[in-house]
């Protein structure tokens, strides 16, 4: 299985580090509690939006994108914050 990233038992922090090398839209873990969870799987690391997607289900976290187009993956208890302009 060529272009695939595999992790077993990894902290989610060093999965998304790992997958944010293969591609200009980046996925962004928002707070510590989501930094903590723990990765086994594998996946195509250039398709973001998926992967993003697939984690959000997985653990249940929020998914949404800010301003400049990253993803961002937090605990589904914390509070959305929607910058002024």
Same mark, same amino acid.
């Given at each position: 299985?060529?272009?695939? +990233?595999? =992790?077993?038992?990894?902290?989610? $922090? &060093? $999965?998304?580090?790992?997958?944010? @090398?293969? *591609? $200009? @839209?980046?996925?962004? +873990?928002?707070?510590? /509690?989501? #930094? *903590? !969870? @723990?990765?086994?799987?594998?996946?195509?690391?250039? #398709?973001? &939006? &998926?992967?993003?997607?697939? !984690?959000?289900?997985? =653990?249940?976290? /929020?998914? *949404?994108?800010?301003?400049?187009?990253? !993803? !961002? +993956?937090? *605990?589904?208890?914390?509070?959305?914050? $929607?910058? /002024? #302009?």
């Amino acid at each position: 299985m060529s272009g695939l +990233l595999s =992790f077993e038992n990894t902290p989610l $922090v &060093d $999965v998304i580090a790992a997958a944010n @090398r293969y *591609s $200009v @839209r980046q996925i962004r +873990l928002v707070d510590d /509690r989501s #930094k *903590s !969870l @723990r990765f086994t799987g594998t996946f195509q690391p250039t #398709k973001p &939006d &998926d992967l993003a997607a697939m !984690l959000a289900a997985t =653990f249940r976290l /929020r998914l *949404s994108t800010n301003p400049s187009g990253n !993803l !961002l +993956l937090s *605990s589904a208890d914390m509070p959305i914050v $929607v910058p /002024r #302009k």
